[in-house]
């Protein structure tokens, strides 16, 4: 199994995280911010928690 980094939790990021470990690679995303995903949590709550339910 290989490893990925990626460097950003935003929609690039967590997308390209998910389909890369749906994929069978183990994915590790990194992100400065206390919180991931900022800008795009107007998409509600309920996106957000399915998004780190996954891991």
Same mark, same amino acid.
């Given at each position: +199994?290989?490893?990925?980094?990626? #460097?950003?939790?935003g #929609?690039?990021? !967590?997308?390209t995280?998910? /389909?890369?470990?749906s994929?069978? /690679?183990? #994915?590790?995303? /990194?992100e400065k +911010?206390?919180i991931? #995903?900022v &800008?795009?949590?107007?998409? &509600?709550p +309920?996106?957000?928690s !399915?998004i780190?339910d996954r891991?």
């Amino acid at each position: +199994m290989q490893n990925i980094s990626i #460097v950003g939790a935003g #929609v690039g990021g !967590l997308t390209t995280g998910i /389909y890369l470990q749906s994929e069978g /690679y183990q #994915v590790t995303i /990194y992100e400065k +911010m206390i919180i991931p #995903v900022v &800008k795009w949590i107007p998409f &509600k709550p +309920m996106a957000l928690s !399915l998004i780190l339910d996954r891991q």
